[in-house]
């Protein structure tokens, strides 16, 4: 198993953005529009691989003022609590760190709350919808 950053357009980046869909959107009964994807152009994109099979994904994007927001977390089903989210967080912590960042800010939904509190983010804030669905602020101090 290794995380790596996605080269945008690539085919890694193609089976990133198919897991994003089978996991984040698809259980919604929404897809990525084509100017959703092309976004991913000006992020970063993690992929979380065994073999050649993309097992969890992530988007991380400059917040400004050295925040960064990890975004569009998604992990295989069939690969849950193998510690692949834990790898694919501490690697974007490594990489906000890199670029001098000092703070990660998130949006988790209410399954993924003890996960990230684990991590040692802090809900910050009251619930709101996104995607249509309630979700609450996670934040984490890097530099401490």
Request: no cysteine; net charge neutral.
């Amino acid at each position: 198993m290794k995380v790596e950053v996605v080269e945008f357009g690539s085919e890694l980046h193609a089976r990133a953005v198919q897991l994003r869909r089978e996991v984040l959107r698809y259980p919604l009964g929404m897809d990525y529009t084509p100017e959703q994807v092309a976004e991913d152009a000006h992020k970063i994109v993690l992929a979380a691989t065994d073999g050649d099979v993309v097992i969890g994904t992530m988007q991380i994007t400059d917040e400004g003022d050295g925040w960064q927001r990890f975004r569009a977390v998604a992990v295989s089903p069939q690969r849950h609590r193998q510690g692949i989210g834990r790898l694919l967080s501490a690697y974007g912590e490594d990489l906000v760190r890199a670029k001098g960042g000092h703070s990660v800010m998130l949006h988790a939904r209410y399954m993924a709350l003890r996960f990230y509190g684990s991590l040692g983010y802090a809900e910050v804030g009251p619930w709101f919808y996104e995607v249509g669905m309630p979700h609450k602020r996670m934040e984490k101090r890097l530099d401490r």
